[in-house]
């Protein structure tokens, strides 16, 4: 069965630092992966996401980028943290074939940026 | 653009209330639809999806949404809400003509609280 994987769980960054998250996935391959930031009140937004290996196409312009060094891996970086950064971030991959076309999520990373 | 929108952000219920909680999206073709819930703690899991045929679809733990095309909507019902259902839900929309990726727009959540 397939399982995604997020770390770290939790992480409080200052202002202006660097950011490195991780998506890992287990179980498929070549999976269409993406990057959620959940903010209160305002759902999930779609940030990043990506097709295969070093494919990326982002959805909103910000302080973030992303990266698929290898095919079941997805990094969200950034070079300089902001307040507005912070939120709760959620990696997710898609199931396709059978009928179904359905998004899996991990378990998600609380960034607090001070 | 596509956009969903949840109407109601937060909803409090006594136990065994029946629930709906209202779901419309802005896109008029071919969608798939979804709704997911955020337990405490836990995982955004998937709780029912509609992708064709019968609108009535019945998801996990006695849930249940109905499609109807003509309203752009997709309800969440539960007929007896338990304290176990406390959670946050999302409605979600996959529009598929022009959807690259196959991305989902979510609406802005629904946090329910059922009252013991």
């Known amino acids: 069965s397939q399982t995604i994987h997020q770390w770290p769980a939790t992480l409080v960054q200052p202002v202006g630092s660097p950011l490195s998250l991780e998506c890992t996935v287990e179980g498929t391959s070549n999976p269409n992966l993406y990057w959620y930031r959940q903010a209160a009140g305002r759902g999930l937004q779609l940030l990043f996401y990506?097709?295969?290996?070093?494919?990326i196409s982002s959805e909103v312009p910000q302080n973030l980028s992303a990266s698929r060094p290898q095919d079941r891996q997805f990094i969200l970086s950034s070079k300089k943290l902001l307040l507005s950064d912070s939120g709760f971030y959620l990696c997710?991959?898609?199931?396709?074939?059978?009928?179904?076309?359905?998004?899996?999520f991990g378990p998600g990373t609380r960034l607090t940026v001070l | 653009a596509q956009s969903v929108s949840q109407h109601n952000h937060h909803v409090i219920l006594s136990e065994a209330a029946s629930l709906e909680l209202g779901c419309n999206y802005s896109?008029?073709?071919?969608?798939?639809l979804f709704w997911y819930v955020q337990y405490p703690g836990q995982h955004l899991q998937l709780l029912l999806k509609y992708f064709s045929g019968d609108p009535l679809v019945k998801g996990i733990k006695g849930f249940e949404a109905e499609f109807i095309k003509s309203k752009f909507s997709f309800n969440l019902r539960k007929p007896s809400v338990q304290w176990s259902d406390t959670a946050e839900y999302f409605c979600a929309v996959n529009a598929q003509i022009y959807n690259q990726g196959g991305k989902l727009i979510f609406g802005q959540g629904t946090e329910l609280s059922v009252k013991p």
């Open positions: 997710a991959w898609r199931a396709t074939g059978g009928g179904t076309d359905t998004q899996y």
């Open positions: 896109y008029g073709g071919t969608v798939n």
């Open positions: 990506s097709v295969g290996i070093g494919q």
